[in-house]
């Protein structure tokens, strides 16, 4: 899977090696070289690993029943998230326009949406508008 990051700027692409290892990097695109490879993917027996870019700063990837994120500018990932359970080991992810809120698929097929703080706040907002 390859995605640019919202301003088309920043090459991503994620996936699985030969001997199972998933594998996140940013490409130099002029160069078609490898410019930052991303620290903290596991080992899978196929399958794709999701992932997306928000705000032109983070990277989240669905891996080994978990959400992970990455600082764009730093290779070590920043933290991760198993969304309280029920998550299947690669799941789908996507980012709002806004990056303030995450879709990610369940095993049960349906969807839990991680916020931040903007993200609680817009919520709040639209459930007390719908009131």
Known sequence: M???D???????SCGTNKEGESYLVEWNDREVAVKRTYHGLGKRPGGVVQFDTTKNRFLAAGEEFMVKFW?????????????????PASPCIRFNKEGVLLAVSTSDDSIKVLANADGIRLLRTLENSAS
């Open 2 to 4: 390859m995605a640019y």
């Open 6 to 12: 919202a301003d088309g700027t920043r090459l991503f």
């Open 71 to 87: 600082d764009m500018d730093n290779e070590d990932i920043l933290t991760i998230t198993n969304a309280e359970g029920g998550l």
